[in-house]
């Protein structure tokens, strides 16, 4: 049975209603997104992946790999222009994917780095069609490294390294932030919502020209009114992305030019991504 955008946001509203009084009452605690936090979540998922590794032929086979239903047989619904769909979570992520491709063409580029490159699909898509530019991933996540190296590998892509790496630790990545490479995020800063400042700051002090944040930044919309109220309140709870706007207006304008856009597009509907564009 379809569901509407609004009926959608209502059940997740009365999810995280019912996750604030438990909080309240103190009968769950709230999640603080750490490095253990965040280690102990894609451990497993990267794990699974990792012993999967030899049912993907090829890079576009390892980037479509979000099954249209949960483990449970439930439907996945996501947002495209604005829309519940469902089982469309592989093509949200496409579009998504376009964009930054878009955005990387016109920057015209030597080298591209990922903040919070997971397990490499992203990187290793584009590597597989720009052999002329070098990609480079930076991992928190041991296992995501070893996996998205052991996938290039499998898929002889050669143009794209991994390296594991931790964004708040700046010494160990500001040597690639040179005046030819594109930087963007996907879904990375909202698991670091205290913290994504250190490397902002780092890059404002770089050379680079141009940065491409694809994050669930809090973007209110008329025609999503009550997902977008249920996405605030997930923000609270759950320990997710808040600032970033108000951080990019306040520190980084003075060395950017400042766009920002609701794309209208998520994998899942609560958490949709907006794109935000730094430009020297």
Not at 94 to 115: A, G
Not at 235 to 256: E, Q
Request: positive net charge; glycine residues 4%.
């Amino acid at each position: 049975m379809r569901k509407s955008i609004h009926s959608y946001g209502i059940n997740i509203l009365k999810i995280e209603i019912k996750n604030l009084i438990k909080q309240i009452l103190k009968i769950n605690s709230k999640p603080t997104r750490d490095r253990d936090y965040i280690n102990e979540i894609y451990e497993k998922i990267r794990n699974e992946k990792f012993e999967n590794l030899d049912s993907f032929s090829s890079p576009k086979d390892y980037f479509f790999d979000i099954p249209a239903t949960y483990a449970d047989g439930g439907i996945r619904y996501s947002l495209l222009n604005n829309k519940l769909v469902e089982g469309e979570a592989n093509q949200v992520n496409f579009m998504i994917l376009e964009i930054i491709e878009d955005i990387m063409r016109d920057t015209s580029c030597e080298n591209v780095i990922e903040l919070g490159s997971g397990g490499g699909k992203n990187l290793l898509w584009f590597a597989s069609k720009y052999k002329n530019i070098k990609f480079i991933g930076l991992e928190l996540n041991k296992t995501s490294v070893d996996l998205a190296n052991a996938a290039a590998k499998k898929f002889d892509i050669q143009n794209v390294e991994f390296y594991e790496c931790d964004l708040t630790k700046t010494e160990t990545y500001k040597k690639f932030l040179t005046k030819n490479t594109f930087v963007y995020s996907h879904h990375t800063l909202e698991e670091m919502p205290r913290i994504f400042k250190i490397p902002l700051n780092e890059i404002k002090k770089s050379d680079v020209q141009v940065v491409a944040l694809l994050e669930p930044i809090y973007m209110f919309s008329f025609s999503r009114i009550i997902l977008d109220l249920a996405k605030r309140l997930r923000i609270l709870n759950r320990d997710r992305l808040i600032g970033l706007k108000k951080f990019s207006k306040r520190k980084l304008s003075k060395h950017f030019n400042i766009k920002l856009v609701d794309l209208g597009l998520g994998v899942k509907p609560e958490n949709p991504t907006t794109l935000l564009l730094l430009k020297r």
